[in-house]
């Protein structure tokens, strides 16, 4: 039988690879002609960053960088510090990738070794998790008319990402060591965090406002190598295009501290008082849409046999956005004397999601220095989580707000940490739709009014499938409130 119909095709960005990725890199480097010869090394750190992402239709490929820093003692046992960019290039395998696909990806450093080969050169192994997720368009038919028909209408609450953007935001500072200190001799290390303070969408832009908190360590004139900290705050903003994001959708921003340059500047008195600061923060930026959606799950064509087809329709179901800032206190033993703490630094690991909580590694470096006043570089992480109950997955960014510490003992130091978040958070869910109706020729005839017994739990829709009768009217008839019958009840339906 041949019956006047429309369709319509549902289609969302779906997460279709999902994976945490060991990856590690072996480099040589060789300290420049203009710098001090190595002794001692301090502190090496490399931190690895994503610079973009592109897809094709069989692999995602993820091209990083990794920023390397040394604090180290010269021959003359003063401090001294080098940096050195290295890139690399992941290529991740994804099979029948359309030309809609993207990907987000996110590195968390995990070690760094590092072996002096001579005065001048140095062996660097480094590791790092990758955070890899590709999103694919997944579309899905539905049947929205049908001449003759009753079908029925689902409404409900889901959520799509409809734009992500990686970008960078540069930087250019400078600021003022404090009055009563000696003027710079060299500065040896640099910590910073960025802290997101503002979010602000119009049609296709996004407006990111963040502050960069700085702790610098320095050797000054006459203090007999004396390392002093200075602390300073600096704004970072950048508009961010985005085609397609509206007012009103929710972006979930991560931010990285990239490539950090400094240099000691003079004053107008011609005395090395001012840091100048430079470099980039890479943003990387997923943004929700929640929508109200209406979904035909089932159907029937009045007073015919017929048989209906349906498919799975994938989507996020009462989605949630949650933001807020939290203390955390939280222990580090480093088990080897701490006597005096000339810097102390915390990173935040790339936030991922397992057993209902959003958890990341914090993880912290101190310079200290020992019983000979030589300064040693401590390293120790802890875990730490966000309950989000009654949610399988989340998007999330977590940022530092502020760092107290106290030396509690020889080996630890206690550490109350303001954290803030943003997450928006999601059950998966599947939706049976119903995507084609067929109807016999020959018409079925039934009573105008059937007795029915019906069971407890039963649905009044299935029911009023089965005797191609209409479910508003069996309900006023029987003078039902609920869909689902609470009880056992014997019903009468009306015939159409």
């Known amino acids: 039988m041949d019956i006047e119909k429309e369709y319509v095709c549902l289609e969302k960005n779906a997460c279709v690879y999902s994976k945490h990725i060991d990856n590690d890199e072996d480099y040589q480097e060789t300290v420049p002609a203009y710098c001090d010869e190595l002794f001692k090394i301090v502190k090496c750190s490399a931190h690895s960053f994503v610079t973009n992402v592109d897809c094709s239709s069989s692999e995602v490929k993820i091209f990083c960088k990794t920023v390397i820093n040394i ?43 590092f072996r002096v080969i001579n005065q001048k050169r140095i062996d660097i192994h480094i590791a790092c998790d990758i955070f890899v997720k590709a999103y694919d368009r997944d579309s899905s038919p539905c049947l929205t008319s049908c001449f003759s028909s009753k079908l029925r209408l689902e409404k409900i609450n ?61 050797t000054a004139d006459d203090t007999n190598c004396e390392c002093i900290r200075c602390c300073n705050t600096i704004e970072v ?61 089932d159907g029937y064509v009045l007073n015919r046999e017929c048989t209906c087809k349906y498919s799975d329709y994938r989507c996020v179901k009462n989605g949630k956005f949650l933001t807020d800032t939290v203390m955390k206190n939280i222990s580090f033993d480093f088990g080897t004397a701490i006597n005096c703490i000339k810097d102390f630094s915390i990173s935040l690991s790339a936030p991922c999601v ?76 599947v939706v049976k739709v119903l995507n084609e109706i067929e109807a016999s020729d020959e018409c079925i005839n039934f009573p105008a009014l059937t007795v029915y017994f019906g069971k407890k739990s039963e649905s009044v829709w299935s029911i009023a499938k089965s005797f191609s009768s209409d479910i508003d009217m069996i309900m006023k008839e029987n003078n039902l409130e609920n869909e689902i019958l609470d009880t056992n009840k014997v019903l009468i339906i009306p015939g159409i």
Request: glycine share 2%; with cysteine.
């Open 71 to 113: 604090t180290y003692y010269n021959e003359n046992m003063e401090l001294a510090y080098a940096d050195f960019e290295e890139e690399f290039i992941k290529n991740i395998s994804i099979d029948n990738l359309s030309e809609k696909a993207f990907a987000t990806a996110h590195i968390t450093d995990k070690y760094t070794n």
């Open 354 to 429: 397992r057993n209902e909580k959003i958890a990341f590694k914090a993880t912290a470096c101190a310079l200290c220095c020992d019983s000979d006043n030589v300064i040693n570089s401590l390293n120790n992480s802890v875990d730490i989580e966000f309950s989000i109950d009654g949610y399988e997955d989340a998007l999330a960014s977590v940022w530092i707000n502020s760092v107290d510490y106290s030396i509690v003992n020889d080996t630890r130091i206690d550490v109350r940490l303001s954290l803030s978040y943003t997450a928006y958070c999601f059950s998966k869910q």
């Open 158 to 218: 889901s959520a799509d990402i409809v734009a992500t953007a990686n970008c960078k935001a540069e930087f250019d500072d400078e600021f003022p060591i404090p009055a009563d200190s000696k003027p710079i001799k060299r500065i040896v290390n640099c910590f910073a965090y960025p802290q997101l303070t503002e979010t602000k969408i119009i049609n296709d832009k996004m407006l990111v406002k963040t502050n960069l908190n700085i702790s610098i360590l320095y």
């Open 237 to 297: 903003s950048k508009i961010i295009d985005a085609v397609g994001i509206q007012e009103g959708d929710i972006p979930i921003v991560t931010l990285d501290l990239c490539n950090v340059y400094f240099k000691p500047k003079c004053a107008g008195d011609d005395r090395l008082t001012v840091v100048e600061i430079y470099g980039d923060l890479a943003m990387s930026c997923v943004f929700v849409r929640e929508a109200q959606e209406t979904i035909v799950t």
